[in-house]
């Protein structure tokens, strides 16, 4: 089964999971790779159409029996398990930070289509430290953090640009190019800092 670069990016930060909860499986893509390559599979959708499309598809691969379907908003309200990991693709970091309202003990590997300071510095507030990052372009660039239980202390640049990313060259230098679009058509103070910090950090990668 082949993935989008952005689905096996997301599969390769869970690699090692035994149990994967994926929260928002939409059409269960992910959920039916996961369970061919043998993991336990609980996916839920808020959706009933995406679920039977899941359900479909999971028939067609013949792991039907191997994933366990759950119409809810959120994380089913099922027995977790410490090692358990949570994807959360494709959503608002606000959906997200509401769908962890309940801390939860376990290995969160989260896309979130905007507000990625926010993210970071919120989930640092509930307990979580950041153990990765990926930034992957498939069309467009896409950002992955995966998130354990943890005190990490951060700085106002690892919650702007991530403690892993920004010693990403090629991720600094598109958000490099991005900002100093957005300045040129702004002519925003604080925009030509933040292009100013973004060019020194790009400077450290190539130190």
Same mark, same amino acid.
């Given at each position: 089964?082949?993935?989008?670069?952005?689905?096996?990016?997301?599969?390769?930060?869970?690699?090692?999971?035994?149990?994967?909860?994926?929260?928002?499986?939409?059409?269960?893509?992910?959920?039916?790779?996961?369970? $061919?390559?043998?993991?336990?599979?609980?996916?839920? @959708?808020?959706?009933?159409?995406?679920?039977?499309?899941?359900?479909?598809?999971?028939?067609?691969?013949?792991?039907?029996? %191997?994933?366990? /379907?759950?119409?809810? @908003?959120?994380? =089913?309200?099922?027995? %977790?398990?410490?090692?358990?990991?949570?994807?959360?693709?494709?959503?608002?970091?606000?959906?997200?930070?509401?769908? $962890?309202?309940?801390?939860?003990?376990?290995?969160?590997?989260?896309?979130?289509?905007? @507000? $990625? =300071?926010?993210?970071?510095?919120?989930?640092?507030?509930?307990?979580?430290?950041?153990?990765?990052?990926?930034?992957?372009?498939?069309?467009?660039?896409?950002? /992955?953090?995966? /998130?354990?239980?943890?005190?990490?202390? &951060?700085? #106002?640049?690892?919650?702007? &640009?991530? =403690? /892993? $990313?920004? #010693?990403?060259?090629?991720?600094?230098? &598109?958000?490099?190019? *991005?900002?100093?679009?957005? &300045?040129?058509?702004? %002519?925003?103070?604080?925009?030509?800092?933040?292009?100013?910090?973004?060019? *020194?950090?790009?400077? *450290?990668?190539?130190?």
């Amino acid at each position: 089964m082949k993935l989008t670069k952005r689905l096996q990016a997301l599969a390769n930060m869970a690699k090692d999971a035994e149990r994967i909860f994926d929260i928002g499986c939409d059409h269960g893509i992910l959920s039916v790779f996961f369970a $061919l390559q043998g993991k336990k599979v609980i996916a839920s @959708d808020l959706r009933e159409a995406p679920l039977n499309s899941a359900k479909a598809l999971a028939k067609k691969y013949q792991v039907e029996e %191997k994933i366990a /379907f759950y119409l809810c @908003d959120g994380i =089913p309200k099922i027995e %977790k398990k410490e090692n358990d990991f949570f994807i959360l693709a494709g959503m608002g970091a606000h959906t997200i930070l509401h769908i $962890l309202e309940e801390n939860i003990e376990g290995t969160f590997v989260i896309q979130s289509n905007n @507000d $990625l =300071p926010y993210l970071r510095e919120e989930m640092q507030k509930k307990g979580y430290q950041i153990i990765e990052e990926k930034a992957v372009f498939d069309k467009k660039w896409y950002v /992955f953090i995966k /998130f354990q239980v943890g005190d990490a202390i &951060y700085t #106002k640049e690892d919650f702007a &640009y991530g =403690p /892993f $990313l920004k #010693k990403d060259k090629e991720y600094m230098t &598109y958000l490099y190019e *991005k900002k100093k679009k957005i &300045y040129e058509r702004s %002519k925003q103070e604080q925009q030509l800092e933040e292009i100013k910090t973004i060019q *020194k950090l790009i400077e *450290k990668c190539s130190g």
